[in-house]
Structure formats: C-alpha cells, structure tokens
C-alpha cells in the first residue's frame, strides 16, 4: 500500500518544478525563443560535466476537446524486449515531461502533472503477448523498484496506463534519478484484470517480474533530448502523429471496420461505415459496434454478442478503463429490462473491446441501440490526447436491414 501513498502524492504535485523546468517553460513562451524550440536550453557548464536540462514545452492556447497534433515529437531510447511468462515487455526512456491523469468523468478530474525535478527519466512500457504480439491494457498494480550497485533506489512506484499519439497505448511514469551510474529496474507485473477470450483465453493470470538495465549519464541526457519541434502553424490542429513502423516499436493498433464480424451498427440517419473515420463519436473517439449471431466463439449460449471497439479517431489506438453500458429499444419500446454492462475483454483477433452477450434479447432490423459512457477512460495522457475522450454523450445506433 505504501507505493499507492507514494504515487498520490507524486501525482497531486502541481507547481512549477525548479530549475531546468521552469527555464524551459519560460523559453516555450516568453524568452528568446521563438516557441518552435529548435534549439535545446544553454549550459555554461563543461563539456563533462552534468547536463541537468529540458526541451522547452511550450504551451497550446485554445485547443480543441479533440486529438490534436502536439508541438513536437518526442525522442526516447527503446530497449530490448524482456520475455517473461506469456508476457513480452518492451521497455522505452525519455526526458521528464509533463502528462495529464483523468481520475473520473469529465475535466474537473483531469489533473496536469509536471515532474518533481529533471534529473531522471520518464519510463515507459508496452506490454504484448509473447504468442500473437497482442498489446495488452493493465490497468493498475504495475509496480517499479529501482536500485544501483546493489542499493535500492528511492521507493516503489506504481506506473500510470497512457495513451501516446507515438507509443499509443502503454504505462508509464517521470522517475527521479539524482545521480548517474547504471541503474537495475525490477517491474512487477499483475494479472491482467480484462476477460481475456480467443488466443489469449485463460492465460495472463499470474504475477510475473522482470528485470532490465540502463544507463543514465550525459550521453544518455543528450540523445533523449534531441527532439522535433513542428510548425508552429500546426499546433492545436485537429488531427494527429503518424504511428511509428511497426518493427521500430510496438504499437497498439485495432484492426480496421472490415475485420469485424456481425452486423455493424450505424447512425439512425447513416451509411454502413467502411473506414475508422466514418465511425459515430462521442468526445471524438471513434465508436464501432457490431451485433454478432450465437453461433460465434464469442457468443454465449442462443444470445447476440454486442462488441463495442472505441478507438482514437485517427492511428486506431484502443481506449481501456472505461464503462460502458448498452440498451436496446423496439418501436419506442425497452427490450432490456435494464441497461447491459459491457465488459472490457482483450481478444487475440479483434484485440481491446467492451462486450456482452445481449440474454433474452432477438436483435431485428430497425432496433434502436443506445451505448452510454458512464465514464471515459480512465487513463493518463500525453499531448495531443489531453483534451479529448472525457465529456462523452450517448451514442445511439440503428440495426441495419440485412442488405445495408
């Protein structure tokens, strides 16, 4: 429990850092420079010497309740995948940067969290099946200890799930460091808390820890701040980075609408949509949903499964931790008897989606369904995704006749 305490209080700090931050603030606004940040913040110190400084971050007025495009992209250090179990962890570094938490339903629980100091790194994670390479959405209980030459380093830390428009879905946080050396991680896995079903059925249910290596030293400090700043003219625009190759890093990616089974819903007054961008949206995520017959693996019994695929609008990045509920109507009238929770459930084939088999329920051409968000994602954001997926209405959908 006491890492849950460490990581509140981290997370509650709101101030100015001191130091490197605060002079990269000011350079992102109002000092010499420009704003589009070509440069990295001087130094007078020598050329061996410890470099304790920061990218600026300048900030964005005005920005949509979208994804939009960031001011820049960011430049980290990818290090070698760690096997362990049926969990394949792929392990990524950067600079200390500035990142929002949503800790409930709308923008009063969004919070901007800035890092307590420069010296250190922020560390990110994406976890995969070993098996299908399936990204997989823990939610909580990731734990990191740090230790160098065999002394524990600071206290445990409990790692926040993120979406990033360059990593897409992933956990990570700003980890202090105040002195260089080579540093041990040793991160504590849980059990995935999603229903796993296809492929991953009945596995992902043990605790695992893995452990890795690296280096923090000016070198490191150097290459990680070496990072792209975009035309000021596109900051805030609606839209969004292209996702990195996929043999650079993994990224989680949901397949397109085609890949689907079932009866794709649509908007009352809509086409059948073809693509991701054609989809219904609430808060700018993109929601595809399709009603599929009982006799598919997913079914349960002689009753329709409604699958529920929300995704990032543009790079198709899966959104976890939410809570949907469903309703079905027929000529004006319920054919639930209450709202059906969905359930969230990563699949080897279809990958991170909300479903639920529909009990008692003959889904027919014309039924009105209702998807409600009781709450958004419950996840952590870089720039570009801070300001959307949060005040999300209803989405109502229609059963299309069989020839649509």
Known sequence: MDHEIDRRTFVGWTGAATGALALAGCLGEDG????????????????????????????????PDAVYVPTHRESMRALEPIAAGDYRLAPMLSYPHPFWTVTGDGEDDVQHVTPEQMRGVHMMFTLRDAETGV?????????????RDGERVGSSQSMWSMLSQEMGFHFGDNVPLEDDGTYTVEVELPPLSARTT???AGRFDERETVTFEFDYDQEFRKSVTDIEYFDEQRWGERGALEPPDQGEMPYSQLPEVDAFPGTLLVDPDGERPDTTADLPRSGDAAFLATAIGPDHRLADGDNPYLLVSPRTPYNRVPLPNMSLEATVERDGRSVTDDPVSLEQTIDGEYGLHYGASLEGVDLRAGDTVTLTIRS???VARHQGYDTAFLEMPPIELRVPEADA
């Open 32 to 63: 010499d420079d420009d704003g589009n940040g070509g440069e990295q913040n001087e130094t007078d110190e020598e050329p061996n010497e410890t470099v304790d400084v920061a990218p600026p971050f300048p900030e964005i007025e005005d920005k």
């Open 135 to 147: 990204v997989l959405p823990i939610d909580s209980g990731v734990v990191v200890r740090l230790s």
């Open 198 to 200: 296809g492929d991953l």
């Open 376 to 378: 958004p994602p419950q």
